[in-house]
């Protein structure tokens, strides 16, 4: 429904109160009404990749790293059968320049680096508002852009639990190598936490010894 860089631009220029705008406009209702085509349509409008397995085991021991566990196997945590190809041309939509060769000039590899940055920054505002703002359907496609773990699990797995099966089945759907991977983990964090639920009851009702 929206052209977020737009009203990123626009936000940025005018001083536009996207975060207000944001609580209004929904009146009461979700930004993502489906998972899989709004994925879509952010991907295309930041041209923005899929994940590759390497970027998701990055994001993972960042992840792990700020819950202090200093070590993680990068094996995918379940049976899943990993799809063998991307989707920037087939799902995505996206056209992505071609990768950098040894006749690119200095200057075209920086243009490069810098319009990548450019759309981390816009998609990092874009989170920040989107949280100020409440929508947490936004937050968390967001930040699956961006490969935020720890604001993924907080929306699925505290904040909105409603969200995770129409959440996951959308990844799935894509049957690319990065989201397959991305899927496995989040259902790995998800047993953890399930896990770890239980014994924290437990210990909070247990009465102190006299």
């Known amino acids: 429904r929206f052209e ?3 009203l990123i631009a626009m936000s940025v ?8 705008w944001l609580r209004r406009e929904r009146h009461g209702r979700p930004v993502v009404e489906d ?14 990749s899929d994940p590759s397995p390497s970027s998701i085991e990055k994001a993972m021991k960042l992840y792990l790293k700020t819950r202090g566990v200093p070590n993680w196997s990068s094996t995918p945590r379940s049976s899943t059968v990993v799809p063998s190809r991307s989707g920037n041309e087939e799902n995505f939509g996206v056209t992505l320049p071609p990768p950098p060769t040894a006749f690119e000039s200095d200057h075209l590899s920086q243009l ?5 940055q ?28 961006l490969l935020d773990l720890q ?5 699925v797995f505290s904040r909105d639990p409603s969200l995770w099966h129409p959440y996951v089945h959308a990844l799935k759907k894509f ?4 989201y397959t991977l991305l899927v496995d983990e989040l259902y790995a964090m ?16 247990k009465s102190p010894s006299m």
């Open 175 to 178: 049957e690319v190598r990065g």
């Open 118 to 145: 450019l759309c981390r920054e816009e998609l990092t505002y874009l989170r920040k508002v989107s949280q100020l703002a409440g929508t947490l359907d936004l937050t968390l496609a967001v930040a699956t852009l």
């Open 151 to 155: 604001v993924i699990a907080n929306v």
């Open 35 to 48: 998972f899989g085509s709004f994925l879509l349509a952010l991907h295309r409008q930041f041209q923005w």
């Open 13 to 20: 220029r005018m001083r536009f109160p996207i975060a207000e």
């Open 190 to 205: 998800k047993q953890d936490a399930e896990q770890i639920a239980p014994t924290i009851s437990q210990s909070l009702g």
């Open 4 to 6: 977020f860089r737009e």
């Open 112 to 116: 490069r680096h810098r319009a990548r």
